[in-house]
């Protein structure tokens, strides 16, 4: 084993340990319970562009992005374009890969942020649209492999619906990661009322009801062992067998 390969063994073996520890656990719950009220995730911008991400998650994504090469990641939820921009640049090592991003409602600010990358292609509908099967037909092939990160509208019927209709594109081995999971385990009395989703209607719920009965995706915990801090709990989702 050279030292790098140690060093990630013995990291291995210690997020295992910490999987058990009770202390580590409260304390990223207590932290989960004051995102919203704090706006936390709101504290961060990717080369000067807002993005709405913890930065555990983004370094857990840096890393499957790395390991998996993807020549797609297909994004749902834009807003700023934080995110995609940072997709983008996490792809440039990779020719020909490309972000594909969708958003119902892409502001002004965000097209000049998407005008400037050109790897990325935006889809400018719901990403439940009616047009979405025939435009997603493109990516069905096995030749490509796809990560997909779903962060769009949060309630438990878009997620699911969003689940059915994504995640046969994973590729074996790849993720389907489901954002904001963390909303079932925020302090509820600090979601904005205007908010449709909450703690039992959330992405979390969606993707227990999506895991039922479903032997192609695993929840990976070894990604939450390590980052503990995550606005994702229960939503890096794993393509352990082909799908059907
Ligand atoms: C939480 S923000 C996305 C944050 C972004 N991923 C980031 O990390 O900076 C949610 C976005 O989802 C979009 N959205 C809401 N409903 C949608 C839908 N049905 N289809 C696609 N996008 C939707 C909103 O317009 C908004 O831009």
Request: aromatic share 10%; charged share 25%; hydrophobic share 40%.
């Amino acid at each position: 084993m050279n030292p790098i390969e140690e060093y990630i063994k013995a990291r291995d073996e210690q997020a295992r340990k910490n999987q058990d520890d009770i202390l580590l656990e409260i304390a990223a719950q207590n932290f989960t319970e004051q995102i919203i009220r704090t706006n936390y995730v709101k504290n961060f911008t990717y080369k000067g562009v807002p993005i709405m991400q913890l930065p555990t998650d983004l370094m857990a994504m840096q890393e499957l992005i790395w390991q998996i090469k993807p020549d797609y990641i297909i994004e749902t939820g834009i807003a700023f374009g934080g995110m995609t921009k940072f997709y983008s640049d996490m792809l440039k090592p990779f020719r020909g890969s490309t972000v594909i991003s969708i958003d119902i409602d892409v502001r002004k600010h965000a097209e000049a942020v998407l005008d400037e990358l050109e790897n990325v292609h935006t889809i400018r509908l719901s990403s439940l649209s009616d047009r979405m099967p025939d435009i997603l037909s493109v990516f069905f092939d096995e030749k490509y492999t796809t990560l997909v990160s779903l962060d769009s509208n949060h309630t438990h019927d878009h997620v699911l619906q969003e689940l059915k209709l994504y995640a046969p594109l994973v590729s074996l081995n790849s993720y389907i990661v489901v954002f904001d999971t963390s909303v079932e385990f925020m302090n509820q009395n600090y979601i904005p009322k205007d908010r449709p989703w909450g703690k039992g209607n959330s992405p979390w719920t969606a993707v227990q009801e999506f895991l039922k009965g479903n032997d192609e995706f695993v929840a990976d915990k070894d990604i939450e062992n390590r980052i503990v801090l995550t606005s994702a709990p229960g939503g890096w989702l794993k393509r352990v067998k082909e799908a059907k």
